[in-house]
């Protein structure tokens, strides 16, 4: 992939961290969003299942009903959930109107939506994750509502 501010930004400093992502945002907005649509975890894991992951709203519902196999497994848990987060937040991203991704300062990246609410999108992964609730799908039609 290439992402043009990410390649000079490593030969400045080094591996990419969470508050790398707050200067690139402004400077590339849309390598950022590409950055963090890739959530390779989660998207190997529903290949293996079967789920083709197309950033659409069937796919969250797809999503939802997969096996939680990764539950059984506590140091995958907290990665497949960060990039079901991540996946979560490029959907809304790509689907909803006005929808944005902006980084915290500490690094943590959430969606700005058009009304000014910010969603944690890493948190309601993180959840669906460890729970399977609320659903992938339902957050997103919550979001999708206000």
Known sequence: MNISFLGNWRKRRGPVSGTALMGA???????????????????????AAGIGLDDSTASLEALDQMAPRWRDDPDELPWLGNDAGLYLGTVIVRTVPGAVWQVWPNGRPV????????????????????????????????????
């Open 25 to 47: 945002q402004e400077e590339d907005p849309q390598g950022v969003a590409q950055l963090l649509s890739e959530c390779e975890l989660l998207r190997a894991r529903a290949a």
């Open 111 to 146: 969606v700005l939506l058009a009304s000014g609410r910010e969603v944690d999108v890493v948190e309601a992964g993180q959840q669906w994750a460890a729970d399977g609730a609320p659903e992938l799908s339902r957050r997103y039609a919550e979001v999708a509502e206000a």
